[in-house]
């Protein structure tokens, strides 16, 4: 099991951006798929982005396209959510997951390693 530690989330208000880090315990972090999901009060998880790094695939949802960058230092072990033009509905605990198997699958059952949350509120 990996483990994976989140950070920076915070209150900021719309329009303003945010950068989560996610440090994972795995030497072999190059070959894993990472990624983010979110949950909101009264919502269901949903998928945010993930990042590939064997054929440098990213992949994000809808909803965040455009505004938030998924990107990743494999020296540092570290996975980043650069999120800006942030949106009230952004507002989430924001889960940072990882897939040992590097597989395709982008469900939140894949991925077997998920860290403890970082809370992120946007106000408006």
């Known amino acids: 099991q990996v483990q994976l530690v989140e950070s920076g989330g915070g209150l900021v208000q719309a329009g303003a951006s945010l950068r989560l880090s996610c440090a994972a315990s795995?030497?072999?972090?190059?070959?894993?798929?990472m990624g983010w999901f979110r949950q909101a009060p009264g919502k269901e998880r949903e998928f945010v982005a993930a990042?590939?790094?064997?054929?440098?695939?990213?992949y994000y949802a809808d909803s965040v396209k455009g505004r938030f960058t998924i990107s990743r230092d494999n020296a540092k072990n570290t996975v980043y959510l650069q999120m800006n033009s942030l949106k009230p509905e952004d507002t989430a605990v924001y889960y940072c997951?990882?897939?040992?198997?590097?597989?395709?699958?982008?469900?939140?059952?894949?991925?077997?390693?998920w860290g403890q949350g970082t809370q992120v509120t946007v106000s408006s």
């Open positions: 795995a030497r072999t972090f190059r070959n894993y798929l």
């Open positions: 990042s590939r790094w064997s054929d440098g695939s990213t």
């Open positions: 997951v990882a897939d040992p198997s590097n597989s395709y699958s982008l469900s939140g059952s894949n991925f077997g390693s």
